[in-house]
């Protein structure tokens, strides 16, 4: 296997979806392998869309090649896209798939180059149905699935969701490598300065754009728990509202916490992660819900205790009361947790457990499991 190409967002388009596919784009081309991207012109309509921009402010990514070339809309553009992808023959197809209203456009795509009889088509899941249930979602899942040769999935969850489509599908599990392309973790008291906090107060931080499934509620209960107040500690939000900020605001009043946030609700730049990770003690994921989270593995980087909720895929790779908490998604068990971090300052003894434990994260392991999935495709 020689050549490769990556479907999915990637620069301009901004989050951490389009970081991983570059990320792994940059692994496969360290170790050899000819890669481009392919990536929308058109990605969501605006109706799908919460947030404020699609779109990276920042410069392209060096040393990748990276075109705009999918309309995720048009079929007309999926045809043209699959027809000419088919001629070029890549060996590898690797397919980002997150979100079923992606279904048709990518399902076509994929069903179009496999008729070259030679390009693998190898689907990295973030989900299989999403968080946020749409009528349609199995349906639109299992037109995509119908067209792919291996699925690799990022936790557990989606990969026993993926078997429910097909049985013959060549599966693996690989779990989300660590984020380490936000920089280098700096000193408390430098990271706090740069986001102009009070140095001598302590920050959990909750770090990501704000859905209803992540559970920002639960945290806002669990951190009115008077427990927390001796220990000078401030909940430090950081991330752009994708549902109403109003119920989250109300609770802040109900709650008597205005004095105890920091509410940083704008799109966080990737070069102003560092601060945010550098300045917290704990990163919280009270999630109702989950699959996987890119946040744990920026977390992983930077060396930060984590707490997360037992949902989804977040317990698999936080080990309880080693390097943080696996808690219920209530309240309750959130503030408990948070408070015996304090009271016993288990701080130091996490951040050295964390030290081994992201050993297993590596994007060497991601793409070595993308070549045993497309060995085994090959194979059949």
């Known amino acids: 296997m020689k050549t490769i190409k990556i479907i999915g967002p990637a620069y301009p388009y901004r989050g951490g ?7 792994l784009a940059q692994e496969f081309i360290s170790m050899g392998y000819e890669v ?5 012109t058109v990605q969501y ?3 799908l869309f919460p947030g404020k921009t699609q779109y990276n402010l920042k410069s392209a990514p060096e040393n990748l090649a990276i075109s705009r070339t999918i309309n995720s809309a048009n079929p007309l553009n999926w045809h043209s896209v699959g027809s000419r992808i088919r001629k070029e023959k890549p060996d590898l197809v690797i397919i980002r798939y997150w979100l079923p209203f992606m279904a048709p456009c990518l399902g076509t795509i994929a069903g179009i180059i496999r008729k ?18 749409r009528t349609g979602d199995r349906a639109l899942t299992n037109y995509f699935i119908q067209r792919i040769d291996g699925l690799i999935a990022m936790s557990k969850s989606v990969l026993t969701e993926a078997k429910t489509f097909r049985k013959d599908l060549s599966l693996a599990f690989c779990p989300h490598p660590i984020f380490d392309n936000y920089g280098e973790r700096l000193p408390f008291d430098i990271a706090k300065q740069k986001l102009n906090l009070d140095v001598n107060t302590k920050y959990l931080l909750f770090f990501g754009f704000i859905r209803d499934y992540k559970g920002l509620d639960l945290l806002l209960n669990a951190f009115a728990d008077k427990r927390l107040r001796k220990f000078h500690v401030k909940l430090l939000i950081a991330g752009e509202y994708y549902s109403s900020p ?18 940083r609700t704008d799109f966080i730049p990737d070069e102003e992660v560092n601060l945010y990770f550098s300045a917290a003690d704990m990163v919280v994921q009270p999630y109702k819900s989950a699959t996987q989270s890119g946040v744990t593995q920026i977390g992983y980087h930077f060396n930060k205790p984590m707490l997360v909720t037992n949902v989804g895929g977040l317990a698999e790779i936080i080990p309880d009361g080693r390097i943080g908490y696996v808690v219920e998604p209530d309240s309750q068990s959130i503030a408990d947790a948070l408070v015996d971090f304090y009271e016993n300052e288990r701080m130091t003894e996490f951040e050295a457990n964390i030290v081994e434990e992201k050993k297993k994260f590596s994007w060497a392991n991601m793409v070595n499991t993308f070549l045993s999935v497309y060995n085994h495709t090959k194979a059949k």
């Not at 979806?17 to 990320?23: G, K, L, P, S, V």
């Not at 190898?122 to 989900?127: E, F, G, K, T």
């Open 17 to 23: 979806i389009a970081t991983t596919n570059e990320r």
């Open 45 to 47: 309509p605006s109706f």
């Open 36 to 40: 481009e991207i392919e990536t929308f």
């Open 116 to 133: 070259n009889r030679h390009s693998k088509i190898i689907c990295l899941a973030d989900n299989i149905i999403p968080h946020e249930h």
């Open 246 to 263: 109003e119920p989250y605001l109300e609770l802040i009043k109900k709650n008597n916490l205005a004095d105890l946030i920091e509410l």
